[in-house]
């Protein structure tokens, strides 16, 4: 009987060298831009208690329940896979005691779990990097939040996305829209889909950003949230547009961007391309300044963002993988020296591989099918005379030289 081929769960992909070297170049940016607008690096736990997302994301919401992966562990905890950060990071910011030690900058980077319908640019397994802003209660604030969003997809070359922001209102002002957009949907039930039906009797708003043609065609006039904020709502929006603007952030706004999270209000964000199709958003975000005291913490302002590093790293070009800086070739009982050869050049920051000795044939052809720049070459002359043969694979130059004079070729990438 045949052995079953196992292969990755569907919707979880592995990630190979090529895609984790744009993984890695995605972090470092990241780190930089973000650690210049005094944003600190937290690592949070993959598996948190289910309530912590039925309580913060939305017992109702698509999230919990129709793609968490949520289930009772053997001490008969109920535990998920983490579908999004910021709930975990509200929760690390509780547990920690961080309420009153004053504002809280925080990013982090991790997989995040959803068991959504597999396309491109959209896993079940997915990588992810956040940023969270607990004490942020300023428009002002809010703004530089957003341009260091810009800076980041900027720096990484990303330059074909726009800004779309919105309103959501808040606990003052949201009431009495949604009431108005249900009068306004049940008169146009019969052109909506089932998904939308559901979601007129748990969040209205979600209405307004189904994807189905026919229900955008019925929705043309709807109202809208920008047009029934409050006065604070509406000195706060106008406060994000002028900070935007002073920091050269350019923007539209899009009055059915409502985001499918149940913690957001007021800002809302999203970056978009046309160039994914329509897994179009790249980062998003917004505020919610409900969120910690929903769970148990006391009233905290906060805005934060996440970005999908799968469909950021499709918008970058292809990166070299890691490159041997040299490969150490070993001719007759020269091995151990040779070891010792590929350690020294280690020590100095140098990437190497050793070819294991034997046949110089295999040897050669093994550093070369790794891509090494140099070869060093070491037979019982080279050992007894302390000495390095060095070949540059590029333009074929070879000399015989000193330890230090091969690391100081080797740098300086010739011969």
């Not at 984790?20 to 005094?38: C, L, M, P």
């Not at 209000?265 to 897994?279: K, S």
């Not at 920051?349 to 070491?378: N, Y």
Request: one cysteine or more.
């Amino acid at each position: 009987m045949a052995k079953q081929k196992l292969q990755s769960i569907r919707g979880i992909h592995d990630g190979l060298p090529t895609q984790v070297s744009k993984w890695r170049y995605i972090e470092d940016v990241a780190r930089d831009v973000f650690a210049s607008y005094a944003f600190s690096e937290v690592r949070l736990p993959i598996l948190e208690p289910t309530a912590l997302f039925v309580r913060s994301v939305g017992e109702k919401t698509d999230i919990v329940s129709k793609e968490m992966y949520a289930f009772e562990d053997q001490g008969g905890d109920n535990i998920c896979l983490r579908p999004e950060g910021t709930a975990g990071a509200v929760r690390a910011y509780l547990q920690a005691g961080l309420t009153r030690a004053g504002a809280q900058r925080w990013f982090y980077m991790g997989p995040m779990f959803r068991r959504e319908r597999p396309q491109k640019g959209r896993l079940r397994q997915f990588q992810q990097i956040g940023a969270e802003f607990f004490g942020a209660s300023a428009a002002i604030e809010d703004a530089e939040v957003l341009a260091m969003a810009q800076r980041f997809l900027d720096t990484l070359g990303i330059e074909q996305t726009r800004l779309e922001i919105n309103s959501l209102g808040c606990t003052t002002c949201r009431p009495a829209y949604r009431e108005a957009l249900l009068t306004f949907l049940q008169s146009k039930k019969e052109a909506l889909c089932e998904t939308c039906h559901e979601r007129m009797d748990s969040n209205p708003m979600r209405v307004l950003d189904c994807k189905v043609q026919t229900c955008q065609a019925a929705l043309t006039d709807a109202p809208e949230m920008v047009n029934h904020l409050c006065e604070g709502c509406e000195t706060h929006f106008s406060g994000l547009q002028s900070g935007l603007k002073a920091l050269n952030v350019k923007y539209i706004i899009n009055p059915r961007i409502v985001r499918g999270l149940d913690y957001y209000n007021r800002t809302a964000f999203e970056f978009i391309t046309d160039q994914l199709g329509a897994q179009g958003t790249v980062l998003a975000g917004g505020r919610y300044d409900g969120l910690v005291e929903s769970l148990g913490g006391p009233a905290t302002p906060a805005i934060g963002f996440a970005a999908g590093m799968e469909r950021l790293e499709m918008l970058l070009p292809d990166r070299e993988t890691h490159q041997p800086d040299v490969a150490v070739v070993a001719l007759g009982d020269t091995v151990g020296y040779a070891l010792q050869q590929a350690a020294k050049l280690r020590q100095v920051g140098l990437s190497v591989i050793h070819c294991g000795g034997g046949s110089a044939k295999r040897q050669f052809k093994m550093a070369d099918r790794e891509g090494a720049r140099f070869v060093v070459t070491l037979g019982e002359d080279e050992m007894n005379e302390d000495k390095l043969m060095l070949k540059n694979l590029g333009s074929g130059e070879q000399l015989k030289v000193s330890f230090d004079e091969a690391v100081t070729r080797i740098q300086a990438h010739s011969v």
